[in-house]
């Protein structure tokens, strides 16, 4: 009855940490600051995020996880533990019990990876489950009925998308897509059209505040700043929402591709549930304005973005944690 349960969402641009009956309780960049001299952790999290770019050299700014998957060991176990106690608070009596959500299509490798990450971080037991079973439950799909629903996570490093039918996966596709990928090509557009460097952060704010994944009637616009590549100086250009969705088509077209292929290999019997339910979108990319739209275009198929989009993979590993013994099923890998 003393037992600590925490859902990890432990994605490539935010970590996410729910505790079941408390909800969401951490909701922080995955970024880690390092001093380059002794390999001692800075800052995490915020903190950390606020020092992307503008570091000098005895620190360096990270993110630890790239395309979804565990790309530094030693800094993912300190964010996790950082995360883990965070969470928790300073002082315990009993290590929690972890479950942590991961892409679909990684190898048995980088589930050993997250797995003894997060005992080293300290937690008693690990579970890792694919993040289109737990964005499913996070969204308030029923899983477990014997209809065909259809899941589409779109994060920071991957795109999961998933047909779920009696609680386990029919067919699935995982493409290194993500917010990441969307903001390097906001910037290599704005460099090759305009002459301008960027940085990441200012590649995302562009995504957010004006990026649609469809033209837009009324164009929206920003001001933004950067690095003249002739000259070297300062200079500030104005950016459309045009010029967003011209950047970004490529990405979302290896999204659209791969959602095809995920219905090509749907049963037929599915594949009419899932044209009657329509298709769910979760992420934090798919805020994106009109991506919606633009995959029900391509497909035929209606599509919803979920409620909370952002927060359906957390919270669906919560549940999915409270009901262990249900989704044993779904789990993939446990020590």
């Known amino acids: 009855m003393f037992r600590k349960k925490i859902g990890i969402d432990l994605g490539t641009t935010n970590v996410l940490v729910h505790i079941p009956k408390r909800g969401i309780i951490v909701n922080e960049p995955s970024v880690v600051a390092i001093s380059v001299h002794d390999g001692k952790i800075l800052a995490v999290g915020h903190e950390a995020k606020e020092m992307l770019g503008r570091t000098p050299e005895t620190i360096v700014a990270r993110r630890p996880l790239k395309d979804g998957v565990i790309a530094d060991y030693k800094t993912t176990e300190a964010m996790l533990r950082y995360f883990i106690n965070k ?31 997060t005992i080293t971080a300290g937690a008693k037991a690990a579970y890792v489950i694919k993040e289109p079973i737990v964005a499913a439950i996070g969204a308030n799909i029923p899983i477990g009925s014997a209809s065909g629903h259809m899941i589409i996570d779109i994060g920071g490093g991957t795109a ?80 459309t929402s045009d010029d967003v969705t011209d950047a970004i088509a490529n990405e979302l077209d290896g999204i659209i591709a791969a959602v095809r292929e995920v219905l090509h ?60 013994e249900s989704y044993k099923r779904s789990i993939l890998a446990t020590r």
Do not use: W
Not at 265 to 288: F, H, Q, R, Y
């Open 87 to 117: 969470a928790l608070g300073g002082v315990r009596l009993f290590r929690p019990e972890v479950m942590v959500a991961v892409p679909a299509g990684i190898t048995s490798t980088e589930k050993r990876a997250v797995i003894d990450a």
């Open 160 to 239: 999961e998308m998933a047909v779920i039918s009696l609680g386990g996966i029919v067919s699935s596709a995982s493409v290194r897509i993500g917010g990441n990928k969307l903001d390097t090509s906001i910037a290599d557009f704005i460099r090759r059209k305009y002459g301008l460097a960027i940085g990441e952060r200012t590649a995302e704010q562009i995504k957010i505040e004006i990026g649609s994944a469809l033209y837009l009637e009324e164009k929206l616009k920003m001001e933004v700043r950067g690095r003249d590549m002739i000259t070297g100086l300062p200079r500030t250009i104005i950016v």
């Open 265 to 324: 290999a749907t049963p037929p019997e599915l594949s009419a549930d899932i044209i009657e339910k329509g298709m769910v979108l979760s992420g934090g990319s798919a805020l994106l304005r009109n991506i919606d739209q633009l995959l029900s275009q391509a497909t035929g198929i209606a599509t919803y973005v979920a409620n909370d989009a952002l927060l359906c993979v957390a919270k669906g590993t919560g549940i999915a944690l409270e009901n262990l």
